[in-house]
């Protein structure tokens, strides 16, 4: 059985900040390229972060210098820290699991809203 199971969203003023994880099971957490996708109504999933087995990371435009995406393999989770959040940033947040030659795994999303 596989599971990716997020947590942290919620309310949040603009400025402020939420730390989201994704706590993954029923794989080689290692072996897996780890991201944060989010999508907010009417709009497509975009990636927000990614960060692979040896911890090379990449962001998406929006989120550089205000986003770090880690991981903890010996708990195999994946965190977003999301500072200086903007009403932009209002979407639901997923966490994805993917290696080469296999399907990826999502998880079931955590809202975030940034409103004041």
């Known amino acids: 059985q596989v599971q990716l199971v997020e947590s942290g969203g919620g309310l949040v003023q603009p400025g402020g900040s939420l730390r989201l994880s994704c706590a993954a099971s029923?794989?080689?957490?290692?072996?897996?390229?780890m991201g944060w996708y989010r999508q907010a109504p009417g709009m497509q999933r975009e990636l927000v972060a990614a960060?692979?087995?040896?911890?090379?990371?990449n962001y998406a435009d929006s989120a550089k210098g205000r986003f770090t995406i880690s991981r903890d393999d010996a708990k195999n989770t994946v965190y977003l820290q999301m500072n200086t959040l903007k009403t932009e940033d209002t979407a639901v947040y997923y966490c994805?699991?993917?290696?080469?030659?296999?399907?990826?795994?999502w998880g079931q999303g955590t809202q975030v809203v940034v409103s004041s």
């Open positions: 960060i692979t087995g040896d911890s090379s990371t």
């Open positions: 994805n699991a993917r290696k080469p030659r296999w399907v990826p795994y």
């Open positions: 029923g794989i080689s957490f290692r072996l897996y390229t």
